[in-house]
């Protein structure tokens, strides 16, 4: 996810997926506490502070039973309005933010890091991004495996970043 400008860590960049730009219903005001949507992407979001991340919407009502231990009779009113939501959505079907654009609201954002060496721009975005992480162990395998970099300091490797995911 791509944060604003207003951050003073490195932007990471992210590619766009198409969906269908039909509006999604507005979220019953009694379902607030328990389902969130982002109009302008048409993801639903799960609010609570243990989660703030996207949900599918043929997995929400799981998700809160399993998750949450939502009791049923709320758990009923989600399903009849991810009912009128119309489609599903993962992580390779939403459309993403442009670049340098603000934190999404309601998703949490991570400190983390993005190989250097990964190519920025590649020319099929949808194949490859650079590779990121919240961990340096993984940024430091990565750069072993995939680059065939060893006893390299970790500044050369990769670079701090602000994080966001959907899923």
């Known amino acids: 996810m791509v944060l604003g400008p207003s951050t003073n860590i490195p932007l990471l960049d992210q590619h766009t997926l198409t969906m269908t730009h039909k509006q999604p219903p507005a979220i019953p005001k009694e379902l607030n506490h328990l389902i969130y949507l982002n109009v302008e992407h048409r993801v639903l979001i799960c609010p609570d502070d243990k989660c703030r991340k996207a949900v599918r919407p043929s997995a929400f009502v799981e998700h809160l039973r399993v998750q949450h231990k939502t ?3 709320d758990r009923r009113r989600v399903q009849e309005y991810v009912g009128t939501f119309g489609g599903d959505c993962d992580y390779s079907t939403i459309e993403l933010p442009p670049d340098k654009s603000r934190p999404q609201p309601m998703i949490l954002i991570f400190d983390g890091f993005q190989c250097r060496l990964c190519p920025t721009r590649p020319s099929d975005a ?26 390299v300091l970790n500044n050369k490797l990769f670079k701090r970043v602000r994080l966001q995911s959907w899923f």
């Open 71 to 73: 009791p049923l009779s």
């Open 126 to 151: 949808s194949t490859h991004r650079p590779s990121t992480s919240t961990s340096k162990k993984c940024m430091k395998v990565h750069g072993n495996k995939k680059h065939k970099r060893y006893r």
